[in-house]
């Protein structure tokens, strides 16, 4: 990575990070009551076994910059309380001794989550997953299905605020710094560079490769929630796949006043209804809509 390069997304991580500082004691402080207890269902139980109302599992999947646990500490309890057989990884790790996944080549995390969804399967004996993925992962949770050709073993896809058309990297670790994992974000980009930022920039090859021909996949059910406060990835419109068998919405289409931003929509009461909704539509629930986190 150019140093000029490197210097700006550090900037930019140190200012996300002052921001987050200031949200997180709220963010927190409403999701780790319910992260504290753990559901009956299990997050990150592997003896959890699929019900006959939601035979598929999920499979979490993290933004650039963060980590399974803590990108999903708020969604996974909250999707695992309503019954679901949920899991997550940290993928990407340019350092096992390092906490932040997601930096290295777009293509190796796939085939690590790849990986991952046959030993969800294999765990749990049901015959597909269902994947929700959040920046970074919810790019993962369409490329994969599409380019690494497992698609046959996915049911539905719900990606938050994906750069599916490509985006500015920089803002796309921001994920690891909200996390408290900004100085560990500095040091890995310090150290080893972040490949997949390259690739996932404008014109990027494994933003490329997406967009080579119809992204949606047959048989897939996909839906994409982009938020119109998202700051990062920009235009909003980025993110949406315009095609047979997609669902696109954007948060305020349901939450007008809802002003969470790209990396809130993972602590989001309002879009994790949304999302649970999008799972099981025959028992959609009304979404009290709430003030997501604005970053």
Do not use: F, K
């Given at each position: 990575m150019p140093i000029p390069i490197r210097r700006a997304v550090?900037?930019?991580?140190?200012?996300?990070l002052l921001t987050a500082t200031a949200i997180t004691t709220v963010t927190v402080s409403a999701t780790?009551?319910?992260?504290?207890?753990?559901?009956s269902s299990g997050f990150d139980d592997w003896s959890c076994k699929p019900s006959a109302a939601h035979p598929n599992p999920l499979v979490l999947l993290?933004?650039?910059g963060g980590n399974g646990p803590g990108n999903y500490s708020y969604l996974g309890p909250f999707l695992a309380a309503r019954g679901y057989c949920a899991f997550t990884l940290t993928y990407g790790q340019a350092s096992p001794s390092i906490p932040v996944g997601g930096t290295i080549s777009v293509t190796q995390s796939s085939a690590q989550i790849q990986a991952f969804v046959q030993q969800v399967r294999a765990a749990t004996g049901a015959a597909k997953v269902d994947i929700v993925g959040h920046s970074e992962g919810a790019f993962q949770s369409i490329y994969g299905p599409k380019v690494r050709g497992y698609a046959g073993q996915v049911g539905k896809v719900i990606a938050l605020a994906p750069p599916t058309h490509g985006t500015t990297f920089a803002g796309l670790v921001s994920v690891g710094a909200f996390l408290g994992l900004?100085?560990?974000v500095d040091q890995v980009l310090q150290q080893f560079g972040c490949p997949a930022c390259d690739e996932l920039i404008v014109g990027g090859s494994a933003v490329q490769q997406l967009n080579?021909?119809?992204?949606a996949q047959l048989g897939v059910k996909y839906t994409v929630i982009a938020s119109r406060f998202d700051a990062l990835v920009t235009p909003h419109e980025t993110s949406f796949i315009r095609e047979a068998g997609?669902?696109?919405q954007f948060v305020q289409d349901t939450c007008p006043l809802d002003p969470v931003g790209h990396v809130g929509l993972a602590f989001d009461p309002s879009v994790a209804q949304l999302v649970a909704n999008a799972l099981d539509p025959a028992h959609a629930q009304r979404v009290m809509c709430g003030f997501g986190p604005p970053l």
């Open positions: 550090t900037s930019l991580l140190a200012a996300v780790s009551a319910t992260a504290a207890t753990p559901p993290h933004g650039l900004g100085s560990l080579a021909g119809p992204i997609v669902t696109n």
